[in-house]
């Protein structure tokens, strides 16, 4: 059997984020989960083990960082920072952003910084159009 460990700080607060935010069954205006008109059970939770099934199943998965880290066992999964954003996630592979979105950001962030790069070097990232150089107006 799965021995349980206290949810640290920002797991409780990633929980409550998760419920309020995306559970079905929570009331904000009452503070309440519907189906079981009283106070939600995962919002009371110091503990991992024994999730509410609802949140478990279609609540939790919203947030794969948290998911792996309260409902296996061992330490904390091996995490890394969105180069974007700066959000965990767990990384496949080479993988360095947490999303597609993300990726599309940290592209654009890279073109931009490559065309700053060559328009820095002497010669380089301006478009010669054969047009005669500019001489100093005054006078002429
Ligand atoms: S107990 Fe479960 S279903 Fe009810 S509000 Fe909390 S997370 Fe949602
Ligand atoms: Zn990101």
Wanted: proline share 9%; net charge positive; aromatic share 8%.
């Amino acid at each position: 059997m799965t021995v349980g460990r206290e949810l640290a700080r920002d797991e409780r607060k990633g929980i409550r984020r998760l419920v309020t935010g995306w559970c079905a069954n929570y009331d904000s205006g009452e503070d309440i989960c519907l189906p079981l008109d009283c106070s939600c059970y995962m919002l009371g939770k110091g503990w991992t083990g024994s999730f509410c099934r609802y949140f478990r199943e279609n609540v939790l998965p919203l947030d794969p960082v948290l998911e792996k880290a309260v409902c296996e066992e061992g330490p904390p999964p091996d995490t890394k920072p969105c180069a974007v954003c700066g959000k965990p996630f767990l990384p496949e592979g080479r993988q360095a952003y947490c999303s597609p979105a993300c990726k599309d950001e940290g592209n654009r962030r890279r073109s931009r910084e490559r065309m700053r790069k060559k328009r820095a070097k002497p010669g380089q990232g301006r478009y010669d159009l054969g047009l005669p150089k500019a001489r100093d107006s005054k006078g002429s």
